[in-house]
């Protein structure tokens, strides 16, 4: 077998790697060169791992309100009594490892004080409610009344209605005033204040009792407009559910619920991601420029090289192996201080955001091993194409001309 495809000898492609690592007096742009690389490609490591930590934490705090607050699975009637006591029984049967709520609801206005807001108000059983819903068991208060409400933070804060105050509540229905009419209203006191995370439940959901709802709207008792249930593993549970249910209730999930945000906040980590990693192909770009100027400036020596003995395939992977040092070394560098800079934002409450917009005061970040895996991946394989080019053309290069030019 002939000396050009034969392998490398491993002890002079390490010899002259040392060699071409170390700091050239007479050429000290190209050293430079290597270290903005360096440095560019662990800046770039270290940013994505941060901002993929961070729109994964942000995504899992979301997650974790709305799995709460829209409860993890929701039975709907098709028609009217779909939902009553014997589904629930049955239900029961079938799953007693599950928690189930059933309620009432409809759409009010809320006044007090000259304030007014619009409002979902739900009638549930606050013993079964608190059962699947721990907001609203740490919310709910003592009281016995069967017209008491619990309320979000901002609802109450808007309505100038703490604990103990009363809020007039107005309904769709109508109710005979002398010869008219006008919408119903009752006074309703305020027995507990939830704070979910999240302004807009906080502003728009409210919660009272059974009773109120049988007794103002004329409820049928035990036929409900909806079923809350939770579980552990709603996309496990879902299509087991899903079969026992007679033909007019369906099921829908909590995802379902909010599929368009969560579809749109994993488009833009998906965009984030993109954008980022061009910081590493700039970066790469200075390792091109580097081993070409190396190149350029070592061409004497590569000509001798090869008068020596030394083959194009040695050549190459020189230059190529030069590559991958630069790179490898900025990956991990950059993975090292990506790690730090992600255990010292969970550590410490060093920045804050503001949490009626993203449910915490603490800025969340949760970078997940397979997010970790494609930043890896994705900036070794720009690192790989980044060396190929360069070495390409060391291997190239003839060493009649040169020596003939020099």
């Known amino acids: 077998m002939s000396k050009t495809l034969s392998s ?15 700091y050239d007096r007479d050429n000290p742009f190209i050293f430079i060169s290597a270290i903005l690389a360096f440095l560019g490609i ?31 699975l929701t039975v709907l009637p098709m028609m009217e009594n779909a939902i009553d006591e014997d589904l629930i029984t049955t239900l029961s049967q079938h799953f007693p490892h599950l928690k189930f709520s059933p309620y009432y609801t409809t759409q009010v206005i809320t006044k007090n004080t000259g304030a007014v807001q619009g409002s979902l108000l739900y009638g ?87 009773e109120a709802f049988e007794k103002l709207l004329k409820r049928q008792k035990g036929s409900y407009d909806g079923l809350h249930i ?6 496990g549970e879902i299509e087991a559910i899903r079969k026992v249910l007679p033909e007019n209730a369906v099921i829908e999930g909590w995802w379902q619920q909010n599929g368009n945000f969560f579809s749109a906040m994993e488009m833009e980590k998906k965009a984030l991601f993109l954008v980022l990693l061009l910081i590493i192909l700039v970066a790469s770009l200075n390792i091109i420029s580097s ?22 395939k040695e050549i190459k992977v020189i230059f190529f192996k030069l590559g991958l040092i630069i790179g490898s070394t900025g990956i991990i560098t950059g993975a090292l201080l990506g790690g730090l800079s992600i255990w010292l934002l969970k550590t410490f409450d060093i920045i804050s955001v503001p949490a009626d917009v993203y449910g915490t005061s603490r800025l969340p970040v949760d970078l997940t091993l397979s997010d970790f895996g494609f930043i890896i991946l994705g900036t070794s394989v720009i690192i790989l194409l980044s060396a190929l080019y360069p070495a390409k053309k060391a291997a190239q290069t003839d060493p009649l ?3 003939r030019n020099e």
């Open 230 to 235: 939770y579980t552990e593993d709603p996309l």
């Open 124 to 210: 549930v059983d606050f013993d079964k409610e608190s059962a699947i819903n721990p907001i609203f068991k740490e919310a709910k208060g003592k009281g016995d009344s069967k017209f008491r409400v619990v309320i979000g933070d901002s609802l109450s804060y808007e309505m100038d209605a703490p604990v103990g105050h009363k809020v007039t509540i107005y309904f769709s229905e109508q109710q005979a005033i002398g010869f008219g009419t006008m919408p119903l209203q009752k006074r309703f006191i305020v027995d507990g204040v939830f704070d979910s995370g999240l302004k807009a439940y906080d502003k728009a959901i409210m919660y009272t009792t059974l």
């Open 42 to 72: 662990a800046a770039g490591v270290m940013v994505l791992m941060i901002a993929m930590g961070i729109m994964n934490g942000t995504q899992k705090e979301f997650k974790k309100r709305l799995f709460v607050m829209n409860y993890p």
């Open 401 to 403: 001309t040169v020596l």
């Open 291 to 312: 081993l070409l100027m190396t190149v350029m400036s070592r061409r004497s020596e590569i000509a001798l090289m090869r008068t020596l003995g030394a083959t194009q």
């Open 8 to 22: 490398p000898n491993q002890i002079f492609v390490r010899r002259i790697i040392r060699h071409y690592l170390k």
